[in-house]
């Protein structure tokens, strides 16, 4: 069984740029959700995705937007980068919706550095 | 809103010694609590959770919390630390308000004297 994995695992990109992040769940699971952590901080929910539907979303504006595919893995994109982009994203996977009851495997994250 | 506080940006212990670490939330009805911990490159794993009933939970690694009501605490206990314990770890409670999504503390690095 392997666990969540994410691609790449660094990024430089300049502002006004366009990424992709990629996130494969863990074998059974059909929920990934995304999380940013800005460096010295604790994660900040971004967006859910359950059976390939957004199942719930943070504050983080329209430009921060996701995928999930049959197979349950994931994108995160994000348009227009901004400097306060700079952060670790978290992918996590689970067997259910939400944060509770369901527990959530992350992935060793990407991060991004906006120049 | 629900809220999660950890007081300690830092803490150092020295290898042997005994562990707490604080964690305070703000919520209305009883939360759903957990303790994760971040190593360097690696991904957050889940030290132990609090749902219901007793009060005091056991983890992995040896850890154990409390949930105190009256406090709005659930602080991370462990008798002995190992220098393999240094990383940061995190609080974080369900968001019930929220489509039961995690709001995360900001963390608490752990520092291990030899």
């Known amino acids: 069984e392997t666990g969540v994995t994410q691609s790449p695992t660094h990024l430089i990109k300049t502002r006004g740029q366009q990424v992709t992040l990629r996130c494969s769940s863990q074998s059974g699971h059909n929920t990934v959700s995304w999380y940013q952590q800005a460096l010295g901080q604790g994660p900040q929910f971004i967006f859910q995705?359950?059976?390939?539907?957004?199942?719930g979303r943070g504050n983080f504006p329209p430009r921060f937007s996701g995928l999930q595919f049959p197979n349950y893995s994931s994108e995160l994109n994000v348009n227009a980068l901004e400097l306060d982009d700079s952060a670790l994203y978290l992918c996590a996977s689970s067997l259910g919706a939400g944060g509770g009851e369901n527990e959530q495997f992350f992935g060793p994250g990407t991060r991004l550095t906006v120049l | 809103a629900q809220s999660v506080t950890q007081p300690d940006i830092h803490i150092t212990v020295s290898e042997g010694a005994s562990l707490e670490l604080r964690c305070n939330y703000s919520?209305?009805?009883?939360?759903?609590l957990f303790w994760y911990v971040q190593s360097p490159g690696q991904g957050l794993q889940l030290l132990l959770k609090y749902f219901s009933g007793d009060t005091l939970v056991q983890g992995i690694k040896g850890f154990e919390a409390e949930f105190k009501r009256s406090q709005s605490s659930f602080n991370l206990r462990k008798p002995s630390v190992h220098w393999s314990d240094a990383a940061e770890y995190f609080c974080a409670v369900v968001a019930l308000d929220s489509n039961y999504q995690l709001i995360w503390g900001a963390g608490t690095k752990l520092i291990i004297k030899p």
């Open positions: 919520y209305g009805a009883t939360p759903y």
């Open positions: 995705y359950y059976r390939e539907e957004e199942n």
